[in-house]
């Protein structure tokens, strides 16, 4: 059964910084391209970035969208089965709960993780 286990959210004042991790278990991560998605109170999931399988010891092609797009870098170690998203500039329409998951065909989703921006 695949596990996707997020953490490092919290509470953060606007312009600071945040690192999430995604630890996946029960799946050959490797070979997937994984994303990281937010859902903010009464709206609908959205996908914020994702990122290429990538090889052993070359990362995967990011992609991010508009609202994201330069205070965000997803990055991969699929050694270790581990996804990040690293958030900088934090904006509080940020706040959100941050889940991972594969883009194609997405697994059972986790618990996520609260990630809230306010001074």
């Known amino acids: 059964q695949v596990q996707l286990v997020e953490s490092g959210g919290g509470l953060v004042q606007p312009g600071g910084s945040l690192r999430l991790s995604c630890t996946a278990s029960?799946?050959?991560?490797?070979?997937?391209?994984m994303g990281w998605y937010r859902q903010a109170s009464g709206k609908e999931r959205e996908l914020v970035a994702h990122?290429?399988?990538?090889?052993?010891?070359?990362?995967?092609?990011?992609n991010y969208s508009d609202s994201v797009k330069g205070r965000f870098t997803i990055s991969r170690d699929n050694a270790k089965k581990t996804l990040y998203l690293q958030m900088n500039s934090l904006k509080p329409e940020d706040t959100a709960v941050y889940y991972c998951?594969?883009?194609?065909?997405?697994?059972?989703w986790g618990q996520g993780t609260q990630v809230t921006v306010s001074s």
């Open positions: 998951n594969r883009v194609i065909s997405p697994y059972a």
């Open positions: 029960g799946t050959v991560f490797s070979i997937y391209t």
């Open positions: 990122i290429t399988a990538g090889g052993i010891t070359v990362g995967g092609i990011a």
